[in-house]
């Protein structure tokens, strides 16, 4: 989970061009979002 939120904030500025950048950002925060729902991670 928390690797992909990572990505998800560092992968613009891998980037030359801000629109690859932006969709990188909203399709790491999607992926970690299913990661989410799809694994319940039980952090008690």
Do not use: C, H, R
Not at 25 to 38: C, E, R, S
């Amino acid at each position: 989970m928390t690797i992909f939120v990572i990505l998800a904030f560092v992968s613009p500025f891998f980037f030359d061009n801000w629109v690859f950048g932006i969709s990188a950002f909203f399709f790491f925060l999607i992926l970690a979002y299913l990661v989410l729902k799809v694994i319940p991670q039980n952090e008690d």
